[in-house]
């Protein structure tokens, strides 16, 4: 019994101190686990232009593919710099149409004192805030290039890490599963960021046509951060359809324009969601919904909206990592949806058994 209180003692403890290295760390691993994710959607982007040009040379795929991947990410990056620097100038007068929009709902309900936003929230120290934003903009910047420091070594070493894992495999304590492990994260992780990014760029190509009919200011910007909000399971196309929509309504003096883009944009989530993103999606990737939420919420605060957005991602390397080692298949088990997780090499009847049991 004092062995059992000892065990569990350590393991809460680990558990702890693993969380709280995670949060300190988190300046470092955030760049390095967004820099494995363009490494992975490189690795979907070549086998999709190999799958399509057998007659290509060997280097071409890589090749073409790591460029469209790192053009890309520093498109997005500048993009989303420029679109934040104009939002902080254009504070004040967003502030002032705020102002507004709260003065004339608080007449159209009968109410006759003036409300304003300083009434709602409190006075609002528009340099302040400008120096914030523009102090998480060099922070992002800073980060970003460290993301794509990471990204271009990570490329060049895909070969040596192969080979790592495999000597990895061949340790007696491991008995293959490592090499088996890592083949199945990535397998799966790859094709997540690949349905993710497609069915993504299918939601915002009719969301930028629409923003850019009603001429919103900033449609590149907004267009960018609607495609990285669709990689937040559940919550990220809400969200990415509700600000620009509310801009919209700063920008204009009627209701119309920020009624057309919500419109257009969650038309365009409600077809790709029931139509293609079934049929996209691979049958592997069984997250339980409770176990998504749980990981969205738990990632989230511990790295911020960097942590929703790799929420999935670190789930799926959680629980096939888990399920290749007996005694913490226990974790992929209630991660997964139907409670059988495949291993390769398991026959579906074991799978099946374990299940039942």
């Not at 086998?47 to 040379?57: E, G, H, L």
């Not at 498109?75 to 902080?88: C, K």
């Not at 600000?243 to 989530?269: D, H, M, N």
Request: glycine share 8%; charged share 10%.
């Amino acid at each position: 019994m004092a062995k059992r209180s000892g065990d569990v003692a350590m393991v809460v403890t680990g558990t702890a101190a693993g969380i709280a290295l995670l949060y300190f760390l988190r300046p470092i691993l955030i760049p390095l686990i967004l820099a494995l994710v363009l490494a992975v959607l490189v690795s979907a982007v070549e086998r999709f232009i190999r799958n399509r040009s057998d007659n290509a040379p060997r280097w071409a795929p890589p090749l073409v593919a790591g460029l469209l991947v790192l053009f890309g990410a520093v498109v997005a990056s500048m993009v989303i710099a420029q679109g934040t620097a104009q939002i902080v100038t254009q504070a004040p007068a967003l502030i002032g149409r705020i102002d507004t929009i709260v003065h004339d709902l608080s007449r159209g309900a009968g109410i006759e004192r003036e409300i304003s936003i300083a009434t709602l929230v409190g006075s609002i120290n528009i340099p302040q805030l400008a120096g914030q934003l523009a102090g998480s903009v060099s922070n992002l910047v800073s980060s970003l290039l460290l993301m794509l420091t990471y990204f271009l070594f990570i490329i060049a070493g895909r070969a040596k890490t192969r080979k790592k894992f495999a000597h990895l495999s061949e340790l007696p304590s491991s008995s293959g599963r490592i090499e088996a492990a890592a083949g199945r994260v990535a397998d799966d992780i790859e094709t997540y960021i690949w349905v993710q990014t497609v069915t993504g760029l299918m939601i915002c190509v009719p969301a930028a046509i629409a923003m850019f009919a009603i001429g919103l200011d900033n449609t590149l910007f907004w267009t960018v951060i609607l495609f990285l909000l669709s990689f937040i399971p559940i919550l990220g196309v809400t969200v990415g359809s509700v600000v620009p929509a509310l801009f919209a309504l700063l920008q204009y003096t009627t209701w119309w324009q920020a009624a057309f883009v919500f419109g257009a944009i969650q038309v365009a989530a409600f077809v790709v969601g029931n139509l293609i993103y079934p049929r996209m999606q691979a049958k592997t990737q069984n997250i339980d919904p409770i176990a998504t939420l749980l990981s969205l919420a738990f990632w989230g605060w511990l790295w911020g909206l960097a942590g929703a957005f790799l929420a999935v991602p670190m789930t799926l390397i959680v629980m096939f990592a888990c399920a290749h080692f007996p005694n913490a298949r226990w974790v992929a088990v209630l991660l997964s949806n139907d409670g059988r997780v495949a291993v390769p090499g398991e026959k579906p009847e074991a799978i099946a058994e374990k299940g039942e049991r």
